[in-house]
């Protein structure tokens, strides 16, 4: 509701995207109910809507020319930098870390993942 008012309060466009990349977690028909609720509401959108997981080729083509630029670099793979900091913890002190704080912090990513150069 805050987008919509903050663009129609400055003339903006009101744009929806759908977040729908956990496919397996994606049920059937839920886009159209959530449309149908935005509609009852009020709440119009001013373009197509954009559906995440329709544009896997256009992520895939931008990461391209993210890697084609060397603005990109492989991520450390998630499990593999969890043992490493276990076991430095484990080496170095008596009080055992967060099990997921090198994941919070950015530091470790699933397979396959990549990180931007700043």
Do not use: N
């Not at 977040?19 to 977690?25: K, N």
């Not at 969890?82 to 002190?93: D, K, Q």
């Amino acid at each position: 509701m805050a987008s919509f008012l903050d663009a129609r309060a400055v003339g903006g466009r009101w744009l929806v995207r759908m977040e729908d990349l956990d496919r397996p977690r994606c049920e059937p028909g839920m886009a159209d109910t959530i449309l149908r609720q935005l509609e009852a509401y009020g709440l119009h959108w001013d373009d197509d809507v954009l559906v995440q997981s329709q544009r896997d080729d256009a992520y895939a083509a931008a990461l391209d020319a993210l890697k084609a630029l060397g603005a990109v670099y492989p991520a450390p793979a998630l499990a593999a930098s969890l043992r490493r900091r276990r076991a430095t913890t484990r080496a170095t002190s008596s009080t055992p870390a967060p099990a997921g704080r090198g994941c919070r912090r950015g530091r470790a990513h699933a397979p396959g993942a990549f990180v931007c150069r700043m």
